[in-house]
Each structure stands twice: as structure tokens, then as C-alpha cells.
């Protein structure tokens, strides 16, 4: 019984197998036809589509956002004149005048140098030449360019001796060398330069009266300054035992700095009572000594004004600490 079941469902898969086979190519045939229909319809509903479009007209795209912002700038562009811009050797002196004003409006004064310049260059007026010149030198001045501006200074004096702003152009002169001056323990030379250039101005003091009380107190500053490289260059040979060298350097101090300066008579006593005293008791024999009087008092009032240095006859110990050797200022 078990044996029959078995071999009727063989025999089954068997009829299976060959009506599958027979009926697998009618099946392909119903497949193709239906795909075939179904691509027809979707051609001919796109046709249709198309030609619905075609009647109503061609469809507007909406523009991203970068278009719209290249056209706004494109309308701009139109809208705005077109302006050639000029440079600065096709540019006029009112030109130049114009666009300097501007760029000192807006603190450009690298720009407005550069017109200041070529307006120098191209103006024939002498007068206006003369303002122009004045005006480079104290923008030069104000950008910290002192040298330049000096200079500037200095031709300007030279070729309008007779200006109105001569006395100004020469106490600029004066401030920028004094600004370049280094202190008492270095190079003394721009200090030299800028005590010649005041005394040149208080020659014409009776003239120059605007500036005379600035260019005094910048006198006495300078003497103070020259005082105290000296001072400084004396501590350095007494320290160091050279005590002639020492009296030799008072003395050019005397020499120099007391008339100018009578108020530090006795501070140079005292200096010079102490290489005195010190060489005596290291049994050495000095040159010569100073001519100063110990017991006077200065009671002579310079045009100067009062120094702010040390008067006292005790030497100032505490400053001499602070005070730079005069082997490093080099």
C-alpha cells in the first residue's frame, strides 16, 4: 500500500513537469504583450502631454538664487554711470588737491602723500607751490617720518626766507631732530644737532617770538642731556681709578656747562673735592684742580630756567646706581 502512494506521486510531479513545459512558451508570449501594451500607452500618454504643453506655450523655470542675485547685480551695473578712473600722472593739480582732501577724510595718508608729492611735482605757482611744500613736510611730520619731514623743512627755509611760516618751519625742524635724540647713555650727535639748530633760532629771538619759550625749554633739555653723558663718562673714570681722567672731564664740564647752567657750580665742587680726596688717599698726584669756588653760590639767572639736577654737595649714590656704565653705551 505504502509502495502504490509512493509511485502515484511520482507520477504526479511527472504530468507536473510536462504541462509546466508545455505551457511555459504561451506564458512568455501573454508576458511580452503586456509590456508591449504598456509602453505604448505611456508614449502616447506623454505625446499627449507634449502637445497639451505646446498649446498653452512655453513653461517659465523659476530662477535659483544665484541667478537672481547675478541679475540684480547686472541691473546695477547698468543702472550705475561708468566712471574711467584716472592715474596719477593723467590726473590735474585740482584733481589732486581733490583726492587728497579725500583721502585725509578718510586717515589714508599714504594716498594723500602720493598726491601731495605729484602736486609738488606738476604745480608752476610759487605760491601755491609754498603751501604745498609745508603741507608734505607736516604730514610727513605727522606720520612719524622726521627725518623726511627735516629735510622738507629745510628746503622750505631755504627757498622762502622771507615766508610768514619761516618761524614755524624752523621750530618743526628743530622738534624733529630733537625727537630723534637718544638718551645720555648712548650717541649724543642728534642732540648736538638739535642744540645748534636752537641757538640759530634764539638769534632772531626778537623775530621769533611765537616759539621762543618751546625752543628754550628744548635747549635746556638738550643741556641736561649732554650734562649727563659727561657725568656719566666721569663716574666711569673714577670708578675705574683713572682720577686725572676723572679732573680732566670736570674740568671740560666746567668749561661747557657752567655758563650756561650756573646752578650745577656746586655740584661740580663736589665732584671735584671727591677725585680730590680720593687720590689723596691713595697717594696720588693729580694734574690740576678746579677753578671753582666752593663758597659762591650761583645767583646768575640764565634764559634757560632752572635745571631739574641734582645739587646737593653729598654725591647722589642712588642715582650713580641707576645710571648706565659708559663702556656699554656702545
Same mark, same amino acid.
Request: glycine share 2%; proline share 4%; with cysteine.
Given at each position: ?63 535659483? @538664487? ?8 547686472l ?12 592715474? /596719477? ?19 589714508q ?9 605729484? &602736486?609738488?611735482a ?13 603741507e ?6 605727522? &606720520?612719524? *617720518? +622726521? ?17 610768514? #611760516? ?11 631732530? $630733537? ?17 645748534? /639748530? ?5 638769534? @632772531? ?8 619759550? =618751546?625752543? *628754550?625749554?628744548?635747549? @635746556? ?16 673714570? /673714577? ?5 686725572n ?11 661747557? $656747562? ?10 661740580? %665742587? %663736589? ?13 696720588i ?5 678746579? #677753578?671753582?669756588?666752593? &663758597?659762591?653760590l650761583?645767583?646768575i ?11 646737593? +654737595?653729598?654725591?647722589?649714590? =642712588? ?12
Amino acid at each position: 500500500m505504502t509502495m502504490y502512494k509512493v509511485t502515484l506521486i511520482v507520477h504526479s510531479f511527472k504530468y507536473l513537469i510536462i504541462a509546466s513545459l508545455f505551457a511555459l512558451p504561451s506564458m512568455l508570449d501573454a508576458k511580452k504583450a503586456a509590456s508591449v501594451k504598456n509602453k505604448t500607452t505611456s508614449l502616447s500618454h506623454n505625446s499627449t502631454k507634449k502637445t497639451a504643453n505646446l498649446k498653452k506655450g512655453p513653461q517659465k523655470t523659476v530662477p535659483s @538664487r544665484t541667478a537672481k542675485k547675478r541679475a540684480q547685480r547686472l541691473a546695477r551695473a547698468e543702472e550705475k554711470p561708468m566712471v574711467t578712473r584716472k592715474t /596719477l600722472k593723467e590726473m590735474s593739480l585740482p584733481e589732486l588737491r581733490e583726492a587728497k582732501e579725500k583721502a585725509l577724510e578718510k586717515r589714508q595718508k599714504e594716498s594723500a602723500l602720493s598726491y601731495l608729492k605729484r &602736486m609738488l611735482a606738476i604745480c608752476d605757482d610759487k605760491d601755491m607751490l609754498k603751501d604745498i611744500m609745508l603741507e608734505l613736510a607736516d604730514l610727513l611730520f605727522d &606720520m612719524g *617720518k +622726521l627725518e623726511k619731514a627735516g629735510v622738507m623743512y629745510a628746503e622750505y627755509m631755504m627757498l622762502y626766507p622771507g615766508s610768514d #611760516s619761516v618761524e614755524y618751519a624752523e621750530y618743526k625742524g628743530i622738534l624733529c631732530w $630733537f625727537y630723534r635724540t637718544l638718551g645720555h647713555d648712548r650717541d649724543q650727535t642728534q642732540t648736538e644737532e638739535t642744540l645748534k /639748530l636752537t641757538d640759530q633760532f634764539l638769534e @632772531r629771538s626778537d623775530i621769533f617770538t611765537t616759539y621762543a619759550s =618751546d625752543v *628754550k625749554k628744548i635747549k @635746556r633739555q638738550c643741556y641736561e642731556k649732554l650734562y649727563d653723558s659727561e657725568l656719566s663718562v666721569f663716574e666711569f673714570y /673714577l670708578k675705574r681709578g683713572s682720577y686725572n681722567a676723572a679732573q680732566s672731564r670736570l674740568k671740560s664740564m666746567e668749561k661747557r $656747562f657752567l655758563k650756561p647752567m650756573p646752578d650745577i657750580r656746586p655740584k661740580l %665742587a %663736589a665732584l671735584d673735592a671727591q677725585v680730590v680726596s680720593t687720590a689723596k688717599a691713595k697717594n696720588i698726584e693729580l694734574a690740576s684742580a678746579l #677753578s671753582l669756588d666752593t &663758597m659762591k653760590l650761583p645767583t646768575i639767572q640764565t634764559d634757560l630756567g632752572p635745571f631739574d639736577l641734582p645739587l646737593e +654737595l653729598a654725591s647722589s649714590s =642712588d642715582k650713580q646706581k641707576k645710571r648706565k656704565k659708559f663702556a656699554n653705551r656702545f
